[in-house]
T-cell receptor, first 111, second 116 residues
């Protein structure tokens, strides 16, 4: 009964370092999403995957890449982290008619 | 393209007063609409959703919202605010078909403050 699991919960990176945020869901959902949340900006969609094998850019994709490894897992990669990518990152999943369910978030700081 | 506008980044009410948080959307196809709540340093929790059934939707914690197609609105209300309602509230729209292919778009959020 885990729902959406994100790892890690906290991370500090130096400018230029790379890292991958992991997301897994156990609800057999087709669609998965990555968002970033910044004060006053709400949640902005980075990338989403409507189904296994497909990914599409959202509102703010620059500096990020994603992989839909299988139906359960959707990872977000920062190839060369920048201070502007300091944010809280949320993963979510849903089926077509269902309500998107969110993970607990990853708080990333880039120094 | 779909979008969500939440009118008022900050709403302040007295305990026991009516809560009204406004949300307008645009979507080229029939949408699904959601309200989420976020307490400090926590994730997002679903309050309620509209998926083309009844236009008046009841959610958790005494909240409800009414879908008005003619006004492209989905405002969130609660008759009597409680201190525990203080949080940030997000309206979201999900397209049901077409090029957007189930993309989920959020508004910028409304911070609700409840005064004793």
């Amino acid at each position: 009964n885990a729902g959406v699991t994100q790892t890690p919960k906290f991370q500090v990176l130096k400018t230029g370092q790379s890292m991958t945020l992991q997301c897994a869901q156990d609800m057999n959902h087709n669609s998965m999403y990555w968002y970033r949340q910044d004060p006053g900006m709400g949640l902005r969609l980075i990338y989403y995957s409507a189904s296994e094998g497909t990914t599409d850019k959202g509102e703010v994709p620059n500096g990020y890449n994603v992989s839909r490894l299988n139906k359960r897992e959707f990872s977000l990669r920062l190839e060369s982290a920048a201070p502007s990518q300091t944010s809280v990152y949320f993963c979510a999943s849903s089926n077509e008619q269902g309500s998107p369910l969110f993970g607990s978030g990853t708080r990333l700081t880039v120094v | 393209a779909q979008s969500v506008t939440q009118l008022g980044s900050h709403v302040s009410v007295s305990e026991g007063a009516l809560v009204l948080l406004r949300c307008n959307y645009s979507s080229s196809v029939p949408p699904y609409l959601f309200w989420y709540v976020q307490y400090p340093n926590q994730g997002l929790q679903l309050l309620l959703k509209y998926t083309s059934a009844a236009t008046l939707v009841k959610g958790i914690n005494g909240f409800e919202a009414e879908f008005k197609k003619s006004e492209t609105s989905f405002h969130l209300t609660k008759p009597s605010a409680h201190m525990s309602d203080a949080a940030e509230y997000f309206c979201a729209v999900k397209s049901t078909r077409g090029g957007s292919n189930y993309k989920l778009t959020f508004g910028k959020g409304t911070l609700l403050t409840v005064n004793p």
